[in-house]
Nanobody, 123 residues
């Protein structure tokens, strides 16, 4: 299983970015996807989850209403649309995946991780 995250960069507060996570090496449509982030000096934290089918989502309270997770099983790709960005959203963002049909929001629940993509939001 391989995950390749991309789409990070520099944005101004109030702006938008869309992250992508391209997956390979497994049956993508059978795997749940999650996005996490890690700011300097902080623990890696949960951001968003989407189930294998794409009809159930869950968000961290800090991003709910601003971020949207989605997936295109035909393209083996998951996305994180980030709107109304804030400086506190600055972090390295990671995508992760695992098999299963429940909600997964802990780092320890995921089996495979992408390499991370840097998001920097300036005030």
């Amino acid at each position: 299983v391989q995950l390749q995250a991309s789409g990070g960069g520099l944005a101004q507060a109030g702006g938008s970015l869309r992250l992508s996570c391209a997956a390979s090496g497994h049956t993508f449509s059978r795997y749940a996807m999650g996005w996490f982030r890690q700011a300097p000096g902080k623990e890696r934290e949960f951001v968003a989850f989407i189930n294998w089918k794409g009809d159930r989502e869950y968000y961290a309270p800090s991003v709910k209403g601003r971020f949207t997770i989605s997936r295109d099983n035909a393209k083996n790709t998951a996305y994180l649309q980030m709107n109304s960005l804030k400086p506190e959203d600055t972090a390295v963002y990671y995508c992760a995946t695992r098999e299963g049909s429940f909600y997964y929001i802990l780092t320890t629940e995921y089996h495979y991780w992408g390499q991370g993509t840097q998001v920097t939001v300036s005030s």
